[in-house]
């Protein structure tokens, strides 16, 4: 029996491919190379101009900074002026209407009772951090006949309930109200009533934090 | 392979330094340059939303020039009706102002002194309350009258407190006191300027 072995050296050996190993192995380390260098390019190239972009950016805000600050100024000085023209218009919207008052209490009034003394005072208290206006109304009278007590609870009712006082006089009471003790006025009575005014609130300027005034 | 080939040894030193040196790019150029490319294209965002916020704002100027002009002309108007100090106080103005008032309303006023200054309140200090006490004697009408001449003169001047007392003698006129509010500068001299300019 004869034993055929045939040899080949290494060197001798052939793909059946068309394209050697070796070349496949250049061209992918030459494209990965370009790949990378691709990659590097792109990103410098972003990087470059995305930092053109924001000084650009930066010019741009620096310019209108100026003309900012312009306006900015000129609102702080409408904020200003338009304080003043709040704190003025409050003082004269809150003032109460004394001659139209005065002629309804003397209309509300029932002609069996004389008043002998009326008191108004007012003050500007600061209510709920607000400066506000509180007037307080006073008033004694001489009721005479058998109605007089009924004639004072009316009174009363009307400081309450009836114009000009409704939307003004937010509380009236009769806080007297007894018999006279004198000889010879036993029909006559005498009583207070006091009356509280609704509170009116003046001008109080918003406190700018310093935050906010940037 | 042999790997004791010169040529398999210089492909796998080829491939260490390789290696070695895409890190070394990626480490030191490739990363920092994203890293910068992303924060500056998001403070360049920021800024340009600033400046397109800040450009809204500056196109509101026409806007607030015309509103100051607006309120200033309606501070002028209104100045008028807030007293200045005549040689260094308002009781001349005032007296002068409430007996023009009384005119010949048949109330007598017997006395026009000061009163007080009150103040509205730390934050709203560009203004005070001056106040003048007024006696008279006068019927419940008259009263009312002057009281409606008084507030119907200048709408800044207000009566801030009355007291009124019947006389026994005299059932027609009674004792009448009362108090007369104006709203005054707190410091004259620190008014707004334009104020004082067109007064010069």
Not at chain 1, 60 to 85: C, G, H, P, W, Y
Not at chain 1, 125 to 130: H, N, V
Not at chain 1, 148 to 173: H, N, R, Y
Not at chain 2, 118 to 127: D, G, K, Q, V
Request: proline share 4%; hydrophobic share 45%; glycine share 4%.
């Amino acid at each position: 029996m004869n034993l055929h072995v045939n040899l080949i050296l290494e060197s001798e050996r052939r793909s059946s491919s068309r394209i050697s190993r070796t070349f496949l192995a250049r061209v992918s380390a030459a494209v990965a190379a370009l790949l990378f260098l691709a990659l590097i390019t792109v990103v410098l190239v972003g990087a470059r101009s995305a930092k053109k972009a924001l000084i650009f950016a930066e010019q741009e805000k620096n310019q209108l900074e100026a003309v900012f600050r312009t306006v900015t100024d000129l609102k702080q000085e409408l904020s200003a002026i338009q304080d003043v023209t709040d704190a003025i218009a409050t003082w004269s919207q809150t003032r109460p209407a004394w001659p139209d008052l005065l002629l309804g209490i003397q209309s509300a009034v029932p002609a069996n009772i004389q008043l002998t003394r009326f008191t108004v005072n007012e003050n500007i208290s600061m209510i709920d951090a607000a400066p506000t206006r509180v007037i307080t109304l006073y008033f004694q009278g001489k009721a005479a006949g058998d109605h007089s007590e009924t004639d004072v609870q009316e009174l009363e009712k009307s400081l309450k309930e009836e114009a000009p006082f409704i939307g003004v006089i937010e509380m009236a009471q009769v806080k007297q109200f007894e018999a006279v003790k004198n000889v010879g006025q036993e029909n006559m009575r005498v009583f207070d009533i006091e009356c509280r005014f609704k509170t009116s609130k003046l001008f109080q300027p918003v406190k700018v934090k310093p935050k906010d005034a940037k | 392979m042999n790997i004791s080939d010169k040529k398999v040894q210089y492909v796998i030193i080829g491939t260490i330094v390789g290696c070695v040196l895409v890190f070394l790019i990626l480490q030191f150029v490739v990363l920092p340059a994203i890293d910068s490319w992303k924060k500056d294209s998001a403070k360049a965002k920021e800024i340009r939303q600033k400046a397109a916020e800040m450009r809204v704002f500056v196109q509101s100027r026409p806007v607030i020039q015309r509103q100051i002009d607006v309120t200033r002309t309606a501070i002028k108007k209104m100045d008028g009706n807030i007293p200045l100090p005549v040689l260094g106080n308002y009781l001349l103005g005032m007296e002068e102002y409430i007996r023009a008032c009384a005119g010949n309303l048949g109330v007598t006023v017997v006395t026009i002194a000061d009163n007080d200054v009150l103040e509205i309140s730390p934050e709203n200090n560009r203004f005070k309350i001056y106040r003048v006490r007024v006696q008279a004697k006068a019927g419940f009408h008259e009263y009312i009258k002057l009281a409606a001449n008084i507030q119907a003169s200048n709408p800044l001047c207000s009566i801030s407190g009355l007291n009124i007392v019947a006389r026994e003698d005299s059932p027609s006129v009674h004792e009448i006191n009362f108090v007369v509010a104006w709203l005054v500068w707190s410091d004259p001299a620190k008014r707004p300027a334009f104020l004082i300019e067109g007064k010069k």
